[in-house]
């Protein structure tokens, strides 16, 4: 259950409330985010819901017997839009395009990629500068040096940052030069690092896990929210099965399906959800028609030679025509019969 | 190695061949279709190609390093038509709709269905006639019965029957009554089977298993055009992984991936591929997105009395509405920047 | 719920106890056996269970919600014994060992196997003469040719022959000469090769499928169960996973589960469920420790050479090591503290 | 390739040899444990190993083509004993035994644990004090205070602790009261935190990924000893497939091949590897026959209550017996035939 409360509620009143809960054995968490104040309520006794309702401080009331409550649909029916600032928005018919290399690798390459993103009229730009590796011998990313290079080309060319975050510790240091936090398909589950990313400001991608499932990625993003961070996109990056085929299996079905059971704006990454070049356009289509509010992809000025991913970067002419597609396939679903 | 031989090769020359072959130990298999004969040849020695070539009754000779051969694009690089007769064709820009139950259930059902498909310009009919259940007590078909009835009603609309055969005694007697055999995915191994529809002139479509491969699926479908039937389309219907949230996992990657590899033409089945009615429209709109030369789904006029599979079963005003789209979408994909 | 009726039920009682079971809406299946006769009922009315039981010609009625029925634990409580004949018996307390060669080459090859088993005291000798390949050109075992030389070797020597049939055809020919058939894991759902398999008196040993699940194997036997034959051993070979550092995923879970739900012999096969020779013994003998009541596994005389699946096929060096620490094995589980 | 160096290693020496790595254009890693000195080497040039080997201060040379180089069997034939000190000592001979409750819960609790661990010599109890739960609303632990009251009850009866780490933060705190580190299942490619437990001089065990590969589990290994940290113990704790008869597959084969491709410990753990109390014994037991250097399970007082797991839990009755099982499982092996 989750209940809203009053921005004014006073202190009698949420005691009272809470007095009301511990008599009904309703374990509580209070909930306070950038845009409201919640209490998250846990128990199986029944109990006269009107008699919380008619308490003061109280806006509403909604059951949620799901296992995440305040990324849920039930309560929060119309979807949520992640405001970027600078009229840059996603969800709720604003389709977001990031695009960018899987690592950071040099000022010139920033320097290019801005260049044609730019061109192109993407707004977000993506790129790593603390990569998640197998294997302790790989490149594992310029870390801050790179990304204080970054954000200042970025800045002036009006581009915003998304990279990933992989500790606790890198947050605040960040913070200043990025403009959306990823979270990795690794760190899906890395509850720690989600909940201090609910205490930041900022706003969240979170990718779903190699294995992990649609319930368990709405249960990540509910740390965050529950932390007080509101503003949380979902991503799907394809998902480990038996078929070796590809690297991933894009799972739009998933897509679908969290569009329906929640209220944040999820992002598809075909890159890493098929995981070979020639394919990336195909499957970042299809993630639109299943409902994606944007795309994330990788895109590198010589693919060969990127520091990483290259078998599923994209060349600059590829995501030239990609970025038309996408654009054109957006409007298309707009137009759809219902 | 695919070694494609004239029409009018004499006994001669073939035996020729054949010694050549013996020679540097090949092990060959002949094969002859309603369009074409072919020697495989599986072998480890090199050799001079051109040794083989300027023999007398050889059309061509391709190299094929793939478990799969006669299937693979790598020696036939224009995709194969499927022609149905009466100006239906499905492959290289004619894009097939099949619709219809889950099970041919009576009468009205069937008569039904034609009705609804008439008016949306839809010509394949699917439904269920011999039916693969998990438990001896469910309901497993109408059989042969079924399948005249449905004959006799669908002809005389212009509509086209595709039906699942599940054994071999069963082709005989169903050859005259269907226009497309199909092959289910618990029969997608089935080799005996699958020789058997190589040695009939009739369409087949074969669906991917539960948990099949790309590469499984393209080795099932070299079966049925080594024994002689090159009229042969693929089905990609989900697959089985960890995820519950939805009945399968619709992997649109492999559509991507098939096309690719192969140049038979591709069905998506998006009904089988999330198990969810309203996520239908969806995934079939995505499986277009990857690639797929057509959609199979499931529509019934009352989809809750359904005798099967009414979870994911569309009922006629959501069924109208998806032809429409898919119709669009397909127009769309054609338009796309390259 | 299942209704075992008595031996010599009038055609009256039969008739007055199908009358009531329509009357509450219940559909029935009659199942004859070789050992019982019952009326399998599904429904979901309530009614007083007493109004049946004191009908006449009702030996027991059992409550089984369970998707399978005749298989279950639930109404059999006593494990069943699968008897070979020749006082050769699987199950309770008599644990199984069968050994052969994946598939049957030459008359060399069988002799050589023969005389290695009765050496090691193993009576059953498994082979395959039919063979499901995923390649149409690879080779698909010596047909019936094979199975009679084999047959007249063993049956000399007193070994008793388990071999796969992949088709309904292929039952009465080899009848006459099998002591067990094998269903496959690509035929664990072709439903119509399981209803033929019941309707024979001779044991059948089933295979859970590629990507089966525990339930869906079930099912498969309630198959052969309830078309007439109850002499029905269940087989956990491998299951496919993500994992590709072997060729399946041995699932020992399985064993114990099945061992629960059902009170029909499972046999473990380590071979196909690891893929890999040197892990075989460890993976059998894990297998005991999880409840199976028999192991099948590869052995060849020279297994680099063997036709089929060498990877995977012991030398009877390490054969005779791994039956002696089978037997040893068996023996130690019996002594395990309660 | 991975070069030992000599303890003396002068100054000199080290930079000439790095000097020849440069030229052949190879790329290093020093590694500095608490047991030895290495330098890691990946390049693809070919060169002559013995213009390395002869140079001052080099021990020994392995060329190691595997992702991980450090805890592969390739270079370290004999296992690897992790020492606990108090002549408690894990792997090549000496079978360990681990076990106590999911979640520590109360001080009567871990007492009694204690007291029935030690009635059965188990000398290491398990329990977590910061626990990783799908929900923010779920018990997460009761940190730092439970594990020092754990500790001064555990020291005193002599018993080490196993308890899991899931934060860089949190491993110096929890460093002296701890025993061996538990990286969990979620964190098991949680990068900064594998690198922070290589700076430690404390036993490490490392889970598998809840969908993690044999080969990712090696090389997340190799992030802890390329920091410095040699004393690792591999878990497997069983994997997500599509099976949903019980928690997770327990995946045995991982054991045989890990034991193969590693010199580390490898411990089951049976509780999480198929989540069904009943079931816990027998897979335990199959664990050893697969070859586990030592088991780890879940024991609770009264499993109904406990705090979290108790569906998997055994009581202090299944735990004896299961105790008294395995060390008699792991005498069986050992007299295995070879």
Redesign the interface.
């Known amino acids: 259950m989750i209940i809203q409360l009053e921005k004014g509620i006073s202190v009698d009143q949420l005691n009272k409330l809470k007095e009301k809960l511990a008599n009904i054995q309703y374990?509580t968490?209070e909930v306070k985010t950038q845009y409201g104040d919640y209490v998250?309520c846990?128990g199986k006794n029944e109990f006269d819901i009107r008699s919380i309702g008619t308490l003061g401080g109280i806006k509403d009331i909604h059951q949620v017997s799901d296992?995440?409550?305040l990324v849920s649909k039930k309560w929060k029916v119309e979807d949520t839009q992640v405001d970027l600032g600078e009229g840059l928005k996603i969800g709720t018919g604003e389709f977001a395009l990031m695009a960018g290399p899987c690592s950071i690798e040099s000022e010139e390459q920033i320097k290019s990629t801005i260049d044609h993103l730019v061109k192109n009229g993407v707004r977000v730009m993506r790129g790593g500068v603390y990569k998640?590796?197998?294997?302790?011998?790989s490149f594992r990313g310029l870390g801050m040096d790179g990304l204080k290079l970054w954000y200042s080309l970025a800045k002036e060319a009006g581009i915003k940052i998304i990279t990933e975050v992989?500790?606790?510790?890198q947050i605040e240091q960040m913070f200043d030069y990025v403009d959306i936090f990823q979270v990795g398909a690794?760190?899906s589950?890395?509850?720690?690092?989600l909940?201090a990313l609910g205490e930041v400001d900022k706003p969240v991608m979170l990718k779903r896990?190699?294995?992990g499932?649609?319930?368990?990625l709405l249960?990540?993003a509910?740390?965050i929210f529950?932390?007080g961070n509101e503003r949380i996109m979902l991503c799907e990056r394809g998902?480990?099965?038996?078929?070796?085929?590809?690297r991933n299996?894009?799972?739009?079905?998933?897509?679908?399906?969290l569009k329906?059971k929640s209220h944040l704006p999820v992002i598809a990454d075909p890159s890493h959800?098929?995981g070979v070049r020639?394919?990336v356009p195909?499957?970042a289509?299809?993630?639109?028609?299943?409902?994606a509010d944007g795309v994330i992809f990788e895109v590198h000025h010589t693919p060969e030679k990127a520091f990483s991913d290259g078998q599923q970067t994209l060349n600059y002419r590829e995501s030239t025509?990609l970025i038309?597609?996408l654009k054109?396939?957006f409007r298309?679903r707009e137009e759809?019969?219902?």
């Open positions: 374990k968490t998250i846990v296992a995440y409550k998640p590796r197998s294997s302790p011998y992989m500790m606790t510790e690794r760190n589950q890395n509850f720690n690092l909940d896990g190699m294995s499932t649609v319930e368990e249960q990540s509910e740390y529950s932390h998902i480990r099965t038996y078929e070796k085929a590809y299996t894009m799972d739009i079905n998933a897509i679908a399906i329906e959800g098929i020639r394919f195909k499957v289509l299809a993630s639109v028609m299943a409902g025509a038309k597609n054109n396939a298309f759809l019969v219902q």
